[in-house]
């Protein structure tokens, strides 16, 4: 389908603004703070804010898109975030001269799909009506069977190119490198279920658990053996917060004809066990995320599970780089944990910010205290949970000027 003339121009006036700013060199200097920062060097505590849920719809509300065709508009909004954010939130993000398009893939799932039921309210919560509701269900976890439609990723990349490849760099964007085995199930089973099912019928929880996970190493095997993984060892998002910019990956052997998990990034995250103990942790989740974790060359784990007191386990798993430190956790037993060995990525709590009422000294207080108990950590700050900002959009920027200004004084 043709691109409107005029979606075509306001796209690559945009690009050409973000192009502008990719070339200055402060984007190559936080390029390398990343690679020191990610190789356990500590360059400063860095400094991310990642604007989430309705943050985005008040700081840029999508009445304000001026292209028609919904492809063009989706990346309208993907530009406009980007120099909104250099504008705003001059944090540690680099902007680059690139632009993503997603490979076609059939996915035929695991037999078996999440009833949702979703509220009136757009950035309200779901309910996951159960679909494994007695033992004999688990039959129904089937191994996907997973293609890549390379005709259509071949024409998804075309069209990117068409309206952008005079300006930006036209890359496919990675997939395959995350896992979320128990998560995942808990909206086929239901969370309560799911607890009771950890006393009452372990053996069976186990059987559950080893299908889903060997589904996930299905469907990454045929990722890898279609060749459809990409690197991401650059301005990637890994984890749940952090860049993957590094120069440890790809691992040796690397043929650029064909990328393997090794020479990736792997992410997993069990959110849904925030409040179990560590051996349940231990033996529910990480036992089967390593499976896959195993596979991929630096990994990254958690994301809002407190994990300040599983990090016995958690550092079991193997290349593990990144632990998610969020926002429940008791800061200083987490980097008496992670000491210099990992990277702490802490995820101060947004309250200061969601909060009825604005409080930067408040926001200063938690940095600071967080910052004075983490001194011999490798520290990365990542506001990931300001899902509001009160239709005052400059409370995340002052929070961002306040996280940038003591993380130089923590330098």
């Known amino acids: ?23 200055l060199p402060v984007q190559e200097e936080k390029a390398e703070m990343w690679r020191r920062h990610n190789r356990l060097e500590r360059v400063k505590p860095m400094v991310l804010f990642i604007m989430v849920g309705a943050s985005w719809e008040e700081a840029l509300p999508h009445q304000k898109l001026e292209t028609s065709d919904d492809f063009c508009r989706g990346h309208e909004i993907d530009l406009r975030r980007r120099l909104y954010q250099w504008e705003h939130l001059r944090d540690d993000r680099v902007v680059s001269a690139s632009i993503g398009y997603r490979p076609v893939i059939h996915d035929t799932g695991m037999g078996v ?50 309206i952008f490849g005079d300006i930006l760099t036209v890359e496919r964007s990675p997939v395959g490198s995350v896992i979320t085995v128990m998560d995942t199930f808990c909206t086929l089973r239901g969370i309560q279920q799911m607890l009771l099912d950890i006393h009452d019928r372990p053996d069976w929880l186990h059987q559950a658990m080893d299908r889903m996970t060997e589904g996930c190493l299905s469907r990454l095997d045929a990722l890898e053996e279609q060749n459809s993984l990409v690197l991401n060892n650059g301005n990637h998002s890994v984890g749940s917060g952090g860049y993957g910019f590094t120069d440890e990956l790809p691992r040796a052997g690397f043929d650029s004809r064909h990328v393997r998990p090794r020479d990736m990034w792997g992410f997993a995250t069990t959110q849904i066990f925030s409040g179990v103990s560590p051996g349940v942790h231990d033996d529910f989740a990480i036992q089967y995320e390593k499976r896959f974790l195993e596979r991929f060359g ?96 400059h409370r995340m920027w002052e929070w961002t000027s306040i996280a940038m200004e003591l993380a130089e004084q923590f330098a």
């Open 298 to 393: 630096l990994n990254c784990y958690g994301c809002c599970e407190p994990l300040d007191k599983k990090l016995d386990e958690v550092k079991t798993i193997p290349n593990l780089r990144r632990v998610s430190m969020s926002p429940w956790v008791d800061v200083a037993e987490g980097a008496a944990g992670l000491e210099d060995k990992y990277i702490f990525s802490w995820k101060p709590h947004p309250a200061p910010i969601v909060a009825e009422t604005w409080d930067p000294d408040a926001a200063r207080t938690q940095l600071i205290d967080g910052l004075e108990k983490t001194r011999g950590c490798v520290i990365e700050m990542i506001m990931n949970g300001a899902d509001t900002c009160r239709n005052e959009p």
């Open 1 to 23: 389908m043709p691109v409107p003339k005029k979606d075509k121009t306001i796209l690559q006036d945009l690009a050409r603004k973000v192009a502008e700013i990719a070339s």
């Open 113 to 162: 799909g999440a009833n949702v039921v979703r509220p009136d309210c757009r950035f309200g919560s779901a309910h996951f009506e159960p679909v494994i509701k007695t033992e004999s269900d688990i039959d129904k976890i089937q191994m996907p069977q997973v293609t890549v439609d390379w005709e259509a990723t071949e024409r998804n990349a075309q069209r990117v190119a068409d």
